[in-house]
């Protein structure tokens, strides 16, 4: 099953324009979906998930057309959303219990073989007893995926899930996402690169409502080899640095300002090729783009 997205464009009534012409194709595996706030990410995620209309557009699930089948797509979907709720006075496995009567699971005994494998399956059955409000957010975000993969969907889409993990917990979070995107379609909405380059074998790069790029990662490191360059800088340097390259990225590193710079050729003394991680064609991409935008941009009087 592919998802196929064509044209999708969405503006809000108070004139954002969240996404401007979204074409994108989806196949079974982990794809990642990377931008900045406010690229539109969520925009996209609500929408493939029927919680929100195109104004133009239309979305393919293998033969469900998303946009006016809602109720054919919400059978096989699981959708983790960026704020995930719970009621903290309940056990996690009283929740999914809930959780999976409302998604038709009606036979008790079934039921509750369900519940106790996907309790397995994310780590929590240990603390299947204890209420929600004393899980620490790694395990909440586990819980959300265990409610998401009830009713075994074909698609899940998880929205910017790692956002404020320790590295322990993303660490277990990513095990348990590359597991289930073995056999389906598997959306990871983030702005952490290394999400993606752990995880994607395929992904977009997002940015103001539009498709940078889309393809897979190791590709899109090898397309800008010889093209990133680095040096450090003195901090009070990396305004002119900026305005004689194309500075991608600036750091701080053991008390130095490093940049890394997009370009063709050696830009200069003092500069070292490096090889590309997904971070430099993430922000070699969006530093493009922005540097197309603000050439078109009137120029402020
Ligand atoms: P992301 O998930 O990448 O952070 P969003 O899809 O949440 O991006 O937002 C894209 C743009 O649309 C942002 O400029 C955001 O402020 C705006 N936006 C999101 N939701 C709404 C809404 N309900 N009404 C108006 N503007 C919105």
């Given at each position: 099953m592919e998802l196929v997205i064509d044209h999708l464009s969405k503006t809000y009534p108070n004139g954002t324009k969240a996404l401007n012409d979204v074409s994108l194709r989806i196949a079974p595996g982990m794809?990642?979906?990377?931008?900045?706030?406010?690229?539109?990410k969520s925009s996209l995620?609500?929408?493939i998930s029927t919680l929100q209309q195109a104004d133009a557009g239309t979305i393919q699930l293998g033969d469900i057309d998303v946009l006016r089948e809602p109720e054919r797509v919400r059978q096989v979907l699981g959708?983790?959303?960026?704020?995930?709720?719970?009621?903290?006075?309940?056990t996690a496995a009283e929740l999914l219990e809930h959780f999976a009567v409302l998604k038709g699971l009606s036979n008790k005994s079934e039921r509750r073989q369900v519940v106790d494998a996907l309790l397995q399956?994310?780590?929590?059955?240990?603390?299947?007893?204890?209420?929600?409000?004393?899980?620490?957010?790694?395990?909440?975000?586990?819980?959300?995926?265990?409610?998401?993969?009830?009713?075994?969907?074909k698609l899940i889409i998880v929205d910017e899930p790692t956002a404020g993990l320790d590295p322990t917990?993303?660490?277990?979070?990513?095990?348990?996402?590359?597991?289930?995107g073995e056999d389906r379609i598997v959306i990871l909405s983030t702005h952490i690169v290394s999400d993606v380059s752990d995880l994607c074998r395929q992904f977009a790069i997002i940015n103001k409502g539009q498709v940078l790029y889309t393809g897979d990662p190791?590709?899109?490191m090898e397309e800008v080899r010889g093209q990133i360059w680095r040096r450090s800088i003195r901090k009070d340097e990396l305004a002119t640095y900026q305005q004689q390259f194309a500075v991608i990225s600036s750091r701080l590193f053991a008390g130095?300002?490093?940049?890394?710079?997009h370009s063709l050729s050696?830009?200069?003394?003092?500069?070292?090729g490096v090889e590309p991680t997904l971070e430099d064609v993430y922000f070699a991409r969006i530093h493009a783009a922005e540097q197309v935008a603000s050439a078109a941009a009137p120029v402020a009087k």
């Open positions: 794809f990642g979906l990377l931008g900045p706030n406010g690229a539109g995620m609500r929408t959708y983790l959303p960026q704020e995930f709720g719970v009621y903290p006075k309940i399956q994310t780590n929590l059955y240990q603390v299947r007893n204890k209420n929600l409000g004393g899980y620490s957010g790694g395990m909440k975000q586990r819980f959300g995926i265990a409610q998401a993969l009830l009713g075994n969907p917990e993303r660490n277990r979070f990513h095990n348990l996402l590359a597991e289930i190791l590709r899109a130095q300002t490093i940049i890394h710079v050696q830009p200069g003394n003092g500069f070292e």
